[in-house]
């Protein structure tokens, strides 16, 4: 049956109120994650860039999967819990403040979508030719050839904008059992035994040495 000019306004007017309606969802959903990046921006920047003084990492354009999961492993406790965790007790309580359904997903947008952060090194004595050995040996299956990380592969995490004291605080707590060790924690059960494999300080630092050369 043809449609009659009525019905052709009509779903015109209907296409278009569906049109507006979505744009004002997801500009509200914007405005919303940046209303709570507020809180955040105390510890990570204005930019997410990070502040090592207060043990806050470079968080700027990391995808949001990744954004995501770590903000629900602080609210629910898989990470965050122990008491050699300093800087993970500091960031459960602000993860537990995004109460609202949407609100993860919201800030993490909002996060995702900044210009990425490229922190520049302070680790000092570390051997990026000696770190791309131990790095390919070790963690490219999970992490890939250039550290973006893996979803599929349990979250494996972006490695490759990250900042260098917080990659080495990282691995150490993975090794001593303060991160990972904890259950329902399935990504850091399988990062625990990879990072066992680094024989000492020094392995740590050469391979955080080499994953800062992958920041593109």
């Not at 309580?93 to 090194?121: I, K, N, Q, T």
Request: glycine share 10%.
């Amino acid at each position: 049956m043809a449609l009659n000019r009525n019905h052709v306004a009509m779903f015109a007017l209907v296409a278009v109120s569906c049109f507006v309606v979505g744009c004002s969802a997801r500009a509200d959903e914007n405005e919303r994650g940046a209303d709570l990046y507020r809180l955040c921006a105390a510890c990570h920047g204005e930019s997410a860039a990070g502040y090592e003084a207060v043990g806050a990492p470079a968080i700027a354009g990391l995808p949001q999967w990744y954004l995501e999961a770590q903000l629900k492993q602080f609210r629910d406790g898989t990470r965050g819990t122990h008491f050699d965790d300093i800087m993970g007790m500091r960031m459960r309580p602000m993860a537990r403040m995004l109460m609202r359904d949407g609100d993860v997903e919201a800030v993490s947008a909002h996060v995702a979508a900044m210009p990425v952060a490229r922190p520049a090194p302070s680790l000092t004595g570390g051997d990026a030719d000696n770190g791309k050995a131990i790095y390919t040996a070790t963690c490219v299956a999970c992490h890939g050839a250039d550290g973006v990380g893996n979803q599929g592969m349990l979250g494996a995490a972006p490695l490759n904008h990250s900042s260098d004291w917080y990659l080495f605080r990282q691995v150490e707590n993975f090794r001593a059992g303060v991160r990972g060790a904890r259950a329902g924690d399935q990504g850091g059960a399988l990062m625990r035994p990879m990072v066992l494999q680094l024989a000492d300080e020094q392995a740590i630092k050469d391979v955080v040495a080499y994953i800062m050369t992958l920041a593109n």
